[in-house]
């Protein structure tokens, strides 16, 4: 007999990092509300969560986040004036974002690393199997990964990753993880992770990006696990354990994302991102498309 797993609903979008890297920007402006093109990064994540079918959304904030809240909450005045001059196209744009989920917020409050943050969800998530999506990562709607992820998760129970093949030289800077093949072409079944290894020690080139669907199992682990790289609790101890012990909460599997990132948590990264992403737009592409071809022309 198939086993049934339960249907995941619910969200996790941990937000509350200092965002060090785009100060001062971020000095009194979260990095989450920076804008690429004219959305900021965070709507992009609730979108795809919202597009996956996941409609219960929590963000985990820390102090001066308060601008998340207000993002995806009503604004009755902005509302009202847009009203007011029948301006349609813009009012659709503000209330967009109000409408995507169910929006609920808890604090971090002491910063002690990704795993730390996923177990402030506890209290809310419960027992259900739930997703992780990172703020830093986005995800081209064109190549859906977390519905993916979440079909994975329920047919085989557990936790799935999602991972892509990134240069051998590169995997330092990301949680890597050691690989069997199964039947899916798209899905390994994951024996090992490491976090940030050396090229030389790396076990592959498979690096862990920023989506997780994760079994509530890893709450327990979480609250065992001790301080790792950087004095942080880190997430990635908590799935070695997943995947190395079958019985704590089922298997790991990942999906091997083959399709289009944009890694917005580094500042050339975040400039690539807005310059990929306005080319690709139909009302703005064309005409900046242009532009560009022209400076680039010229600086050369």
Same mark, same amino acid.
């Given at each position: 007999?198939? $086993? ?22 971020? *000095?009194?402006?979260? *990095? ?10 965070? $709507? ?24 998340? =809240? ?14 007011? *001059? ?82 051998? =030289? ?75 012990? =079958? ?10 994302? *083959? ?29 900046? $498309? ?11």
């Amino acid at each position: 007999m198939t $086993q049934v797993h339960p249907r995941i609903s619910k969200a996790v979008i941990p937000a509350a990092g200092l965002g060090t890297r785009f100060l001062p920007a971020t *000095k009194a402006t979260p *990095k989450e509300m920076l804008p690429v093109v004219d959305k900021p990064a965070i $709507q992009y994540v609730v979108e795809e969560a919202a597009a996956a079918g996941l409609s219960d959304v929590l963000m985990v904030t820390g102090r001066n986040k308060r601008p998340l =809240e207000d993002h995806f909450d009503r604004n009755y005045e902005l509302e009202s004036a847009l009203t007011k *001059k029948g301006d349609a196209g813009r009012l659709a744009k503000v209330q967009e974002s109000s409408d995507l989920a169910t929006m609920h917020y808890v604090r971090q409050g002491d910063p002690r690393g990704l795993g730390h943050a996923v177990l402030c969800a506890a209290p809310h998530v419960g027992e259900e199997p739930f997703a992780v999506l990172l703020g830093d990562d986005l995800i081209d709607p064109r190549d859906p990964l977390l519905s993916r992820m979440v079909e994975i998760q329920e047919q085989f129970g557990g936790s799935v990753v999602a991972l892509m093949e990134v240069d051998p =030289e590169q995997i330092h800077l990301y949680g890597c993880a050691a690989v069997e093949a199964t039947s899916e072409s798209d899905v390994v079944r994951v024996t090992g992770l490491v976090e940030k290894p050396e090229p030389a020690e790396a076990p592959s080139n498979l690096a862990i990006i920023g989506r997780y669907v994760l079994d509530p199992a890893v709450f327990g682990i979480l609250r065992e696990t001790e301080p790792g790289r950087g004095g942080e609790i880190q997430l990635t101890d908590a799935l070695q354990k997943l995947a190395v012990d =079958e019985k704590v909460g089922g298997p790991v599997h990942g999906v091997v994302f *083959k399709g289009r990132r944009y890694d917005t948590g580094d500042r050339g990264d975040y400039l690539r991102a807005i310059v990929r992403l306005a080319c690709e737009r139909e009302d703005l592409g064309p005409d900046f $498309q242009t532009w560009l071809r022209s400076y680039v022309t010229e600086e050369m």
